[in-house]
T-cell receptor, first 111, second 114 residues
Framework: QKEVEQNSGPLSVPEGAIASLNCTYS??????FFWYRQYSGKSPELIMS????GDKEDGRFTAQLNKASQYVSLLIRDSQPSDSATYLC???????????FGDGTTLTVKP | NAGVTQTPKFRILKIGQSMTLQCTQDMNHNYMYWYRQDPGMGLKLIYYSVGAGITDKGEVPNGYNVSRSTTEDFPLRLELAAPSQTSVYFCASSLSKGGAGELFFGEGSRLTVL
């Protein structure tokens, strides 16, 4: 079992729709959870971080964390073509300080 | 602030050659990391450092070496390059181990081994 697993893509949604990206992790001691966006040929950039159970909203983005289920998700509302990218889920262990990444989900938003 | 700077951006190596990927950060971050990313895959940790003079292996350290003589610099050395090391390499840094330990990435170094 991979340490961090993301729903396999690619994911395609029409412009204006909600895109839902999911991630599960195996280490129950994980404390920090991140979503990075990576455009083709570019480096990852942080778009959301979440540390406690529940929802965290930032503009059109909402991150959801459920530690009991070891599940973290990212919702993108009113999806735009500029949201087309690969989204990487990263989980940071409490003691090691290392971030482990999933393989990413590629999102395409069609005009 | 320049953030995290990596050089070179592109490099072609022949099998058996060696090279060093340079990484410098000007944010005074203690934690620095080297990841590699193969096509269509996520990031795999090669080595990391929690401060000057301290380094540790990640998931895929074989064929690589690192050093951390200063807070700012974290070079990655490839010895005896192999085709399996063809990848994009990202250097990253973070301020803290836990909590808001988000990663700041360099622009990446694309390495091809022929």
């Amino acid at each position: 079992q991979k340490e961090v697993e993301q729903n396999s893509g690619p994911l395609s949604v029409p412009e204006g729709a909600i895109a839902s990206l999911n991630c599960t992790y195996s280490d129950r001691g994980s404390q920090s959870f991140f979503w990075y966006r990576q455009y083709s040929g570019k480096s990852p950039e942080l778009i959301m971080s979440i540390y406690s159970n529940g929802d965290k909203e930032d503009g059109r983005f909402t991150a959801q964390l459920n530690k009991a289920s070891q599940y973290v998700s990212l919702l993108i509302r009113d999806s735009q073509p500029s949201d087309s990218a690969t989204y990487l889920c990263a989980v940071k262990g409490g003691s090691s300080g290392k971030s482990t990444f999933g393989d990413g989900t590629t999102l395409t938003v069609k005009p | 602030n320049a953030g995290v700077t990596q050089t070179p951006k592109f490099r072609i190596l022949k099998i058996g050659q060696s090279m060093t990927l340079q990484c410098t950060q000007d944010m005074n971050h203690n934690y620095m990391y080297w990841y590699r990313q193969d096509p269509g895959m996520g990031l795999k940790l090669i080595y990391y450092s929690v401060g000057a003079g301290i380094t540790d292996k990640g998931e895929v350290p074989n064929g690589y070496n690192v050093s951390r003589s200063t807070t700012e610099d974290f070079p990655l050395r490839l010895e005896l390059a192999a085709p399996s090391q063809t990848s994009v390499y990202f250097c990253a840094s973070s301020l803290s181990k836990g909590g808001a330990g988000e990663l700041f990435f360099g622009e990446g170094s694309r390495l091809t081994v022929l």
